[in-house]
Each structure stands twice: as structure tokens, then as C-alpha cells.
């Protein structure tokens, strides 16, 4: 399953030199929390391609909380490379295409 979001990008406080992420909103993690209950990875993980600003990529989304993102959210990791190829920083608003992998 395939979606198409726009959040902001911004920094993980606990670790602010390392983890920069956007949150995915409540209605598309809703339906994700739906999809993969009983089927994830390791901390809750769940393995997607995503897609910003062109540039296509794979990693694992995460359920929010402790400190990570706002409760009953998921959270997607955006690394360096990707934020530099879209020209996107710290609180710019990017597209997200994301899409499961294993459903």
C-alpha cells in the first residue's frame, strides 16, 4: 500500500546531532498501525520505500513515543543524503511517498 503525505522534518531532541525525521500523520499511521499489527520488525519496526524530493530510498518506519514523536504516530528516518538532495532542512515541509514493503 502506497501513501502520499506532507510533514515537516525535524530533529530527534534526544540525539539532535543524529536522527532527523518526519512524522507521518495520524490518519495514514492509523491505518499502518492497522496493516502491520502482529507483523513487525525489531522495536517495532516496519521495513518501506519512501520517496522525497525525488530521491527514492529504503528504510523502516517506527511507532512514536518516549520522547520520539507525537503518541499513536509513526515516524519515518530521513538521512543526510536525502535531505540534500531535496534541499530540505530542519522544519521545511517536504512530500512523502511511502509505501510498505512486506504488505
Avoid at 501513501?3 to 536522527?19: G, H, K, T, V
Wanted: charged share 25%; net charge negative; glycine share 10%.
Amino acid at each position: 500500500m502506497t501513501f502520499r503525505f506532507e510533514a515537516e522534518l525535524w530533529r530527534w531532541a534526544a540525539r539532535r546531532e543524529l536522527w532527523t525525521f518526519v512524522s507521518l500523520p495520524l490518519d495514514v499511521s492509523d491505518l499502518v498501525t492497522e496493516l502491520v499489527e502482529g507483523a513487525t520488525n525489531g522495536w517495532g519496526s516496519v521495513r518501506v520505500d519512501a520517496e522525497i524530493g525525488g530521491t527514492r530510498f529504503r528504510t523502516s518506519i517506527f511507532p512514536a513515543g518516549t520522547g520520539l514523536g507525537e503518541a499513536g504516530s509513526w515516524v519515518l528516518p530521513v538521512k543526510r543524503a536525502v535531505r540534500d538532495a531535496a534541499a530540505a532542512e530542519l522544519g521545511d515541509v517536504v512530500t512523502v511517498e511511502l509505501e510498505l514493503v512486506d504488505f
